[in-house]
């Protein structure tokens, strides 16, 4: 039975302890496989990223040092969550190259928008910094705000082809119903664009539980509707916590699990032996020891 998360923070980023500690931690709950993704630099000051390349790369050679210590109890791999902002941030290539990375997590968190100084930060734990950058931005065109992130994410998987996209919608987190509904056509038509594009690039969704046990969504990102498109498309997917701390590694799998059988799927895609291949879910591990 395999057990495995991607999608890993620690305290190279906005994590909270050394890798080490999520390492053993999965250990303990019998993972199979554990891969670290931590925030790439961005060229601005921030609390949650790695700090520049020279650390990026002290962090790929701890990842590597533990991969090998821990070769005979667990696979570890060494990933990185990179943001996109257009005209903003150095090309993934730039970050796979010097920290010789095995696999990328491309994120959308920031939007910016032509001839505009400020950008808007979509996450974190405060609605009202969501709220304020999306009026600051947008001013009261909340369609044309929430249309921006979706062609920010297409330019992405386009442009930079990452192995796996993260927390497909999380533009919905903060907004609550409040300035838009996921029914809306004009919404509807542009998840379905980025659905096209993430099928004609080969690019795997992520089912992204965090927003579910930290309280911040009543659903997974991306949520039911997205990933029943998601199934009718064929397009493969992953689970992944995006643990910030060791005990969330597993954080709601189990329920989860269940949510994508009941569907359809079959097969979730886990990293192994240098290349993406399909597992089927019936022998996924429904929870760690402490799940």
Known sequence: MALFNFHT????????????????????QG??????????????????????DEELVVYADEIRALKLAYQDKINIHLGLEIDFIPGVTKPFNHFKTIAG???????????NIKDHDDIWFIDGPRQETYDKGLKLLFGKDFQKAITTYWIQVREMISSQKPDIVAHLDKIKMHNKNRYFHEDESWYEAQLDDTLQL????????????????KGRSDELFPGIKALIKIHKLKI??????????PEELSGFYPQTL?????????ELMIYSKSCWSELPIKTIKRRGISG
């Open 9 to 28: 923070h620690n305290h190279y980023c906005d994590g909270y302890f050394a890798p080490v500690i999520y390492v053993e931690e999965a250990i303990r």
């Open 31 to 52: 993972f199979t496989d554990l891969g670290f993704s931590s925030h790439s630099p961005l060229p601005f000051e921030n609390s949650f990223a790695i700090k520049n």
């Open 101 to 111: 990375l095995e696999y990328v997590i491309g994120g959308v968190h920031l939007i």
């Open 198 to 213: 993430i099928k004609e690039t080969e690019t795997i969704v992520e089912v992204n539980t965090r927003g579910i046990y």
């Open 236 to 245: 493969p997917i992953t689970i992944s916590s995006d643990a910030h701390r």
């Open 258 to 266: 269940e949510i994508l059988k009941e569907i359809g799927f079959t």
